[in-house]
Protein backbone atom coordinates (compact mmCIF):
# COMPACT_ATOMS: atom_id res chain seq x y z
CA UNK A 1 0.00 0.00 0.00
CA UNK A 2 1.14 3.53 -0.85
CA UNK A 3 1.89 6.07 1.48
CA UNK A 4 0.12 9.31 2.23
CA UNK A 5 2.42 11.73 3.82
CA UNK A 6 1.57 15.64 4.81
CA UNK A 7 3.34 18.62 4.53
CA UNK A 8 2.43 22.02 5.97
CA UNK A 9 4.41 25.81 6.00
CA UNK A 10 4.55 27.29 9.24
CA UNK A 11 5.17 30.81 10.00
CA UNK A 12 6.30 33.87 7.86
CA UNK A 13 6.77 33.24 4.11
CA UNK A 14 9.86 33.33 2.39
CA UNK A 15 10.28 33.29 -1.55
CA UNK A 16 11.52 29.78 -1.20
CA UNK A 17 8.43 27.97 0.04
CA UNK A 18 6.71 27.20 -3.05
CA UNK A 19 10.32 25.63 -4.22
CA UNK A 20 10.53 23.04 -1.25
CA UNK A 21 6.88 22.39 -1.47
CA UNK A 22 7.57 21.34 -5.41
CA UNK A 23 10.63 19.05 -4.34
CA UNK A 24 8.53 17.49 -2.14
CA UNK A 25 5.82 16.88 -4.19
CA UNK A 26 8.36 16.20 -7.44
CA UNK A 27 9.92 13.03 -4.76
CA UNK A 28 6.45 11.72 -3.64
CA UNK A 29 5.15 11.29 -6.80
CA UNK A 30 8.19 9.19 -8.07
CA UNK A 31 8.01 7.09 -4.86
CA UNK A 32 3.93 6.54 -5.31
CA UNK A 33 2.78 8.69 -2.36
CA UNK A 34 -0.08 10.62 -2.23
CA UNK A 35 0.71 14.24 -1.08
CA UNK A 36 -1.96 16.03 1.19
CA UNK A 37 -0.67 19.59 1.44
CA UNK A 38 -2.38 21.30 4.56
CA UNK A 39 -3.60 24.66 4.44
CA UNK A 40 -2.52 27.34 7.00
CA UNK A 41 -0.07 25.70 8.62
CA UNK A 42 -1.01 23.76 11.95
CA UNK A 43 -4.21 25.68 12.00
CA UNK A 44 -4.87 22.87 8.81
CA UNK A 45 -3.91 19.84 11.02
CA UNK A 46 -6.15 20.89 13.79
CA UNK A 47 -9.64 21.87 11.70
CA UNK A 48 -8.71 18.50 9.98
CA UNK A 49 -10.49 19.03 6.78
CA UNK A 50 -8.24 22.13 5.46
CA UNK A 51 -6.35 20.66 3.10
CA UNK A 52 -5.34 19.77 -0.65
CA UNK A 53 -3.97 16.79 -2.68
CA UNK A 54 -1.14 17.97 -4.17
CA UNK A 55 0.79 16.94 -7.39
CA UNK A 56 3.72 19.01 -8.85
CA UNK A 57 1.83 20.59 -11.76
CA UNK A 58 0.00 22.63 -8.65
CA UNK A 59 3.27 23.87 -7.72
CA UNK A 60 5.48 26.87 -9.40
CA UNK A 61 8.76 27.04 -7.69
CA UNK A 62 9.28 30.34 -9.01
CA UNK A 63 6.86 31.76 -7.17
CA UNK A 64 6.97 33.24 -3.82
CA UNK A 65 5.03 32.94 -0.37
CA UNK A 66 3.92 29.32 -0.14
CA UNK A 67 0.44 27.92 -1.64
CA UNK A 68 -0.67 26.30 0.90
CA UNK A 69 -0.67 29.62 3.03
CA UNK A 70 0.87 29.76 6.73
CA UNK A 71 -0.31 30.66 10.21
CA UNK A 72 1.19 31.35 13.68
CA UNK A 73 -0.75 28.41 14.98
CA UNK A 74 0.94 27.52 18.65
CA UNK A 75 -0.39 23.32 19.69
CA UNK A 76 1.68 23.32 22.63
CA UNK A 77 0.40 26.58 23.82
CA UNK A 78 -3.25 25.38 22.94
CA UNK A 79 -2.85 21.83 24.08
CA UNK A 80 -3.66 20.53 21.22
CA UNK A 81 -1.45 18.55 19.97
CA UNK A 82 -3.65 15.40 20.83
CA UNK A 83 -5.89 16.55 18.72
CA UNK A 84 -3.45 17.44 15.76
CA UNK A 85 -2.51 13.74 15.87
CA UNK A 86 -5.78 12.39 16.38
CA UNK A 87 -6.62 14.46 13.26
CA UNK A 88 -3.39 13.05 11.13
CA UNK A 89 -4.59 9.51 12.00
CA UNK A 90 -8.34 10.24 11.15
CA UNK A 91 -6.85 11.10 7.83
CA UNK A 92 -4.83 8.20 7.31
CA UNK A 93 -1.27 10.20 7.22
CA UNK A 94 1.57 8.65 7.92
CA UNK A 95 4.01 10.69 8.02
CA UNK A 96 3.99 15.02 8.46
CA UNK A 97 6.85 17.44 6.77
CA UNK A 98 6.54 20.69 8.55
CA UNK A 99 8.45 23.44 6.57
CA UNK A 100 9.34 26.24 9.29
CA UNK A 101 11.50 28.47 11.68
CA UNK A 102 12.17 27.41 14.96
CA UNK A 103 8.88 27.83 16.39
CA UNK A 104 7.14 25.64 13.63
CA UNK A 105 9.97 22.72 14.29
CA UNK A 106 9.57 23.36 17.96
CA UNK A 107 5.65 22.69 17.68
CA UNK A 108 6.90 19.72 15.11
CA UNK A 109 9.46 18.04 18.01
CA UNK A 110 6.72 17.60 20.35
CA UNK A 111 4.39 16.25 18.11
CA UNK A 112 6.88 14.00 16.58
CA UNK A 113 6.78 11.95 19.90
CA UNK A 114 3.47 10.66 19.05
CA UNK A 115 3.97 10.54 15.43
CA UNK A 116 6.51 9.84 11.92
CA UNK A 117 7.62 13.57 11.38
CA UNK A 118 10.63 15.12 10.00
CA UNK A 119 11.27 18.59 8.67
CA UNK A 120 12.53 21.27 6.07
CA UNK A 121 13.91 24.55 7.82
CA UNK A 122 12.58 27.89 6.57
CA UNK A 123 13.31 31.22 8.04
CA UNK A 124 14.50 34.63 6.55
CA UNK A 125 16.19 34.89 9.87
CA UNK A 126 18.71 32.28 9.18
CA UNK A 127 18.36 31.76 13.02
CA UNK A 128 17.94 27.78 13.13
CA UNK A 129 21.06 25.60 12.92
CA UNK A 130 24.40 25.43 14.83
CA UNK A 131 27.43 27.87 14.01
CA UNK A 132 31.06 26.38 13.82
CA UNK A 133 32.14 26.22 17.30
CA UNK A 134 33.85 29.88 18.71
CA UNK A 135 36.58 27.74 20.71
CA UNK A 136 38.14 25.92 17.01
CA UNK A 137 38.99 27.28 13.96
CA UNK A 138 36.68 28.73 11.31
CA UNK A 139 35.61 26.31 9.07
CA UNK A 140 32.76 26.87 7.30
CA UNK A 141 32.11 23.03 6.31
CA UNK A 142 31.29 22.71 9.99
CA UNK A 143 28.36 25.30 10.03
CA UNK A 144 24.80 23.19 11.00
CA UNK A 145 22.28 24.18 8.48
CA UNK A 146 24.51 26.32 6.27
CA UNK A 147 21.34 28.95 5.41
CA UNK A 148 17.82 27.93 5.53
CA UNK A 149 15.74 28.21 2.24
CA UNK A 150 14.28 31.28 1.88
CA UNK A 151 16.98 33.34 3.74
CA UNK A 152 19.42 33.84 0.58
CA UNK A 153 16.60 35.67 -1.63
CA UNK A 154 15.69 37.94 1.18
CA UNK A 155 19.57 39.08 1.74
CA UNK A 156 19.49 39.30 -1.86
CA UNK A 157 16.40 41.71 -1.68
CA UNK A 158 18.03 43.64 1.30
CA UNK A 159 21.26 44.12 -0.67
CA UNK A 160 19.52 45.80 -3.51
CA UNK A 161 17.59 48.08 -1.55
CA UNK A 162 19.98 49.10 -0.09
CA UNK A 163 22.22 49.85 -3.26
CA UNK A 164 19.62 51.44 -4.76
CA UNK A 165 18.37 54.11 -2.15
CA UNK A 166 21.93 55.14 -2.39
CA UNK A 167 21.15 57.42 -5.51
CA UNK A 168 18.66 59.04 -3.44
CA UNK A 169 20.93 59.29 -0.31
CA UNK A 170 23.64 60.93 -2.59
CA UNK A 171 21.24 63.38 -4.49
CA UNK A 172 20.20 64.67 -1.19
CA UNK A 173 22.90 64.43 1.46
CA UNK A 174 21.13 61.61 3.55
CA UNK A 175 22.07 59.70 6.43
CA UNK A 176 19.59 57.14 5.78
CA UNK A 177 18.94 53.86 7.88
CA UNK A 178 17.45 50.88 6.74
CA UNK A 179 15.92 48.64 8.44
CA UNK A 180 15.89 44.83 8.09
CA UNK A 181 14.39 41.99 9.46
CA UNK A 182 16.08 39.71 12.10
CA UNK A 183 14.86 40.59 16.03
CA UNK A 184 17.31 38.18 17.56
CA UNK A 185 20.23 37.52 14.84
CA UNK A 186 21.95 39.96 12.53
CA UNK A 187 21.93 37.60 9.30
CA UNK A 188 20.34 39.31 6.83
CA UNK A 189 21.14 43.30 7.89
CA UNK A 190 24.71 41.77 7.23
CA UNK A 191 24.03 40.70 3.70
CA UNK A 192 23.28 44.68 3.50
CA UNK A 193 26.79 45.03 3.10
CA UNK A 194 26.68 43.57 -0.51
CA UNK A 195 24.18 46.58 -1.81
CA UNK A 196 27.46 48.50 -0.40
CA UNK A 197 26.06 49.48 3.28
CA UNK A 198 28.63 51.86 4.86
CA UNK A 199 27.20 50.99 8.38
CA UNK A 200 25.90 47.98 9.55
CA UNK A 201 24.59 47.29 13.20
CA UNK A 202 23.46 44.00 14.10
CA UNK A 203 21.39 42.92 17.39
CA UNK A 204 24.16 40.80 18.80
CA UNK A 205 26.58 43.40 19.86
CA UNK A 206 25.28 46.11 22.04
CA UNK A 207 23.92 49.41 20.56
CA UNK A 208 26.09 52.37 21.55
CA UNK A 209 24.64 55.77 20.39
CA UNK A 210 27.55 57.43 21.00
CA UNK A 211 30.18 55.57 19.23
CA UNK A 212 27.56 55.44 16.60
CA UNK A 213 27.40 59.33 15.95
CA UNK A 214 31.09 59.70 16.65
CA UNK A 215 31.37 56.96 13.66
CA UNK A 216 28.61 58.67 11.34
CA UNK A 217 29.81 62.34 12.10
CA UNK A 218 33.61 61.41 10.22
CA UNK A 219 32.09 59.79 7.69
CA UNK A 220 29.60 61.84 6.61
CA UNK A 221 32.26 64.56 6.63
CA UNK A 222 34.42 61.98 4.07
CA UNK A 223 31.33 61.29 1.72
CA UNK A 224 28.53 63.70 2.52
CA UNK A 225 25.68 60.73 2.39
CA UNK A 226 25.68 57.74 4.21
CA UNK A 227 23.49 54.17 3.98
CA UNK A 228 23.07 52.75 7.63
CA UNK A 229 21.61 48.85 7.33
CA UNK A 230 19.70 48.47 10.87
CA UNK A 231 18.36 45.27 12.69
CA UNK A 232 14.96 45.43 13.88
CA UNK A 233 16.06 43.63 17.13
CA UNK A 234 18.27 46.37 18.30
CA UNK A 235 18.64 47.17 21.94
CA UNK A 236 19.31 49.51 24.67
CA UNK A 237 22.16 48.68 26.77
CA UNK A 238 19.67 47.14 29.64
CA UNK A 239 18.99 44.27 26.45
CA UNK A 240 15.22 46.22 25.53
CA UNK A 241 14.21 46.27 22.62
CA UNK A 242 14.41 49.87 21.28
CA UNK A 243 10.86 49.31 19.26
CA UNK A 244 7.99 47.01 20.37
CA UNK A 245 4.81 46.27 19.92
CA UNK A 246 2.35 45.38 22.59
CA UNK A 247 0.53 42.59 20.67
CA UNK A 248 1.84 39.31 21.20
CA UNK A 249 1.59 36.21 18.74
CA UNK A 250 0.81 32.48 19.96
CA UNK A 251 4.40 31.93 20.60
CA UNK A 252 4.47 34.73 23.28
CA UNK A 253 6.92 37.02 20.86
CA UNK A 254 6.44 40.88 20.99
CA UNK A 255 6.65 41.98 17.09
CA UNK A 256 9.47 44.37 16.92
CA UNK A 257 10.34 46.88 14.09
CA UNK A 258 10.90 50.37 13.99
CA UNK A 259 13.71 51.15 15.56
CA UNK A 260 15.55 52.88 12.57
CA UNK A 261 13.26 55.86 13.20
CA UNK A 262 14.47 56.04 17.07
CA UNK A 263 17.96 55.51 16.72
CA UNK A 264 17.54 58.16 13.58
CA UNK A 265 16.16 60.49 15.89
CA UNK A 266 19.53 59.63 18.29
CA UNK A 267 21.48 60.80 16.17
CA UNK A 268 19.33 64.50 15.55
CA UNK A 269 20.33 64.78 18.89
CA UNK A 270 23.96 63.84 19.40
CA UNK A 271 25.19 65.06 15.91
CA UNK A 272 24.06 68.78 16.00
CA UNK A 273 26.91 69.89 13.24
CA UNK A 274 24.22 67.95 10.82
CA UNK A 275 20.56 69.37 10.00
CA UNK A 276 17.66 67.06 11.29
CA UNK A 277 16.37 67.21 7.77
CA UNK A 278 19.21 64.85 6.83
CA UNK A 279 18.56 61.89 8.54
CA UNK A 280 15.95 59.34 7.06
CA UNK A 281 15.02 56.16 8.05
CA UNK A 282 13.38 52.73 5.77
CA UNK A 283 11.52 49.99 6.71
CA UNK A 284 11.83 47.17 4.68
CA UNK A 285 8.96 45.21 6.31
CA UNK A 286 7.26 42.70 4.10
CA UNK A 287 9.93 43.88 1.21
CA UNK A 288 12.51 42.22 2.18
CA UNK A 289 9.88 38.44 1.96
CA UNK A 290 8.18 38.48 -1.43
CA UNK A 291 8.71 37.77 -4.58
CA UNK A 292 10.38 35.10 -6.22
CA UNK A 293 13.44 32.90 -5.11
CA UNK A 294 16.94 33.35 -6.53
CA UNK A 295 17.99 30.46 -8.69
CA UNK A 296 20.73 29.15 -5.69
CA UNK A 297 17.83 29.46 -3.10
CA UNK A 298 15.31 27.67 -5.32
CA UNK A 299 17.70 24.78 -6.87
CA UNK A 300 18.45 24.30 -2.91
CA UNK A 301 14.96 24.47 -2.08
CA UNK A 302 13.92 22.20 -4.23
CA UNK A 303 16.84 19.37 -3.47
CA UNK A 304 15.77 19.86 0.25
CA UNK A 305 11.71 18.76 -0.29
CA UNK A 306 12.95 15.73 -2.30
CA UNK A 307 15.40 14.91 0.35
CA UNK A 308 13.14 15.33 3.90
CA UNK A 309 10.20 12.76 1.37
CA UNK A 310 13.31 10.51 1.11
CA UNK A 311 13.77 10.19 4.94
CA UNK A 312 10.42 8.93 5.15
CA UNK A 313 10.96 5.95 2.65
CA UNK A 314 13.99 5.23 4.69
CA UNK A 315 12.16 5.51 8.32
CA UNK A 316 14.46 8.28 9.34
CA UNK A 317 12.09 9.97 11.97
CA UNK A 318 12.77 13.30 13.40
CA UNK A 319 15.41 14.25 10.71
CA UNK A 320 15.67 17.85 9.41
CA UNK A 321 16.75 18.37 5.71
CA UNK A 322 19.87 21.08 6.06
CA UNK A 323 21.71 22.44 3.91
CA UNK A 324 25.08 22.19 4.49
CA UNK A 325 28.74 23.38 2.46
CA UNK A 326 31.07 20.59 1.30
CA UNK A 327 33.84 20.71 -1.20
CA UNK A 328 31.24 19.85 -3.60
CA UNK A 329 29.35 23.04 -2.53
CA UNK A 330 26.19 23.73 -0.82
CA UNK A 331 24.26 20.40 -0.53
CA UNK A 332 21.11 19.35 1.97
CA UNK A 333 21.65 16.26 4.18
CA UNK A 334 19.98 14.89 6.64
CA UNK A 335 20.49 15.10 10.22
CA UNK A 336 18.51 14.44 13.66
CA UNK A 337 16.42 17.30 14.68
CA UNK A 338 18.51 17.51 18.11
CA UNK A 339 21.80 18.25 15.91
CA UNK A 340 20.16 21.21 14.45
CA UNK A 341 18.47 22.96 17.21
CA UNK A 342 20.23 23.86 20.63
CA UNK A 343 17.64 23.53 23.40
CA UNK A 344 18.39 25.48 26.99
CA UNK A 345 17.66 23.81 30.10
CA UNK A 346 13.43 24.46 30.16
CA UNK A 347 13.91 22.84 26.53
CA UNK A 348 12.87 26.11 24.39
CA UNK A 349 15.16 26.14 21.01
CA UNK A 350 18.02 28.46 21.38
CA UNK A 351 18.36 30.74 18.39
CA UNK A 352 21.49 31.11 15.87
CA UNK A 353 23.38 34.31 16.79
CA UNK A 354 25.25 35.96 13.59
CA UNK A 355 28.82 34.18 14.35
CA UNK A 356 30.52 37.22 15.70
CA UNK A 357 33.78 36.23 13.45
CA UNK A 358 31.20 37.12 10.64
CA UNK A 359 30.58 40.78 11.62
CA UNK A 360 33.46 43.46 12.71
CA UNK A 361 31.72 45.24 15.44
CA UNK A 362 34.42 48.17 15.78
CA UNK A 363 34.02 49.53 12.35
CA UNK A 364 30.24 48.51 12.31
CA UNK A 365 30.87 46.27 9.26
CA UNK A 366 31.05 42.83 7.54
CA UNK A 367 34.28 41.09 8.34
CA UNK A 368 36.92 39.28 5.84
CA UNK A 369 34.91 36.00 6.94
CA UNK A 370 31.68 37.20 6.87
CA UNK A 371 32.50 37.76 3.29
CA UNK A 372 33.49 34.29 3.08
CA UNK A 373 30.57 32.67 4.75
CA UNK A 374 28.42 34.93 1.62
CA UNK A 375 31.02 33.82 -1.29
CA UNK A 376 29.54 30.36 -2.31
CA UNK A 377 25.64 32.72 -2.33
CA UNK A 378 26.63 35.63 -3.48
CA UNK A 379 30.45 35.79 -4.52
CA UNK A 380 32.26 39.10 -3.75
CA UNK A 381 31.37 42.12 -2.61
CA UNK A 382 30.54 43.96 -5.75
CA UNK A 383 32.95 47.30 -6.01
CA UNK A 384 30.59 49.60 -8.05
CA UNK A 385 28.56 51.06 -5.10
CA UNK A 386 30.31 54.53 -4.53
CA UNK A 387 30.16 54.59 -8.39
CA UNK A 388 27.91 58.22 -8.20
CA UNK A 389 28.73 60.96 -8.71
CA UNK A 390 31.33 63.74 -7.56
CA UNK A 391 34.15 62.96 -4.62
CA UNK A 392 33.85 65.79 -1.96
CA UNK A 393 37.22 66.27 -1.84
CA UNK A 394 37.31 67.12 -5.65
CA UNK A 395 34.84 69.85 -4.85
CA UNK A 396 36.34 74.00 -4.61
Avoid at 4 to 13: E, K
Avoid at 38 to 51: C, D, H, K, N, P
Avoid at 131 to 141: K, M
Avoid at 159 to 166: P, T
Amino acid sequence: MSKRIGVLTGGGDTPALNATLKGIALEAEELGYELIGFMEGWAGVLTGGSYVRLNPDMVDENRGGTLLQSSRTNLRASNKLGEAVDNLKKLKIDALIPIGGDDTLSVGSALSEHFTTTFVTKTIDNDVGINCPAEEALDYTKIVNYFCPGFPSAAHLVAKYVHDIRTTAYSHNRVIFVEAMGRYAGWLTLSAAYGGADLILIPEVTYNPDKMAEVIEKQYRDKGHLIIAVSEGISDANGDLLTESAELDSFGHARPGGCSEVIADHMKNRIPSLSSSVFRHQVLGYMQRCGSPIPIDRDTAIKAGRLAVSAVENGQVNHVSTIMRTGLGLEPHLLNLDQVLKRGEDGHVIRRDTDSRFYDAENFSISPAGIGYFRPIFGDIPRDHMGLGLDKTTIE
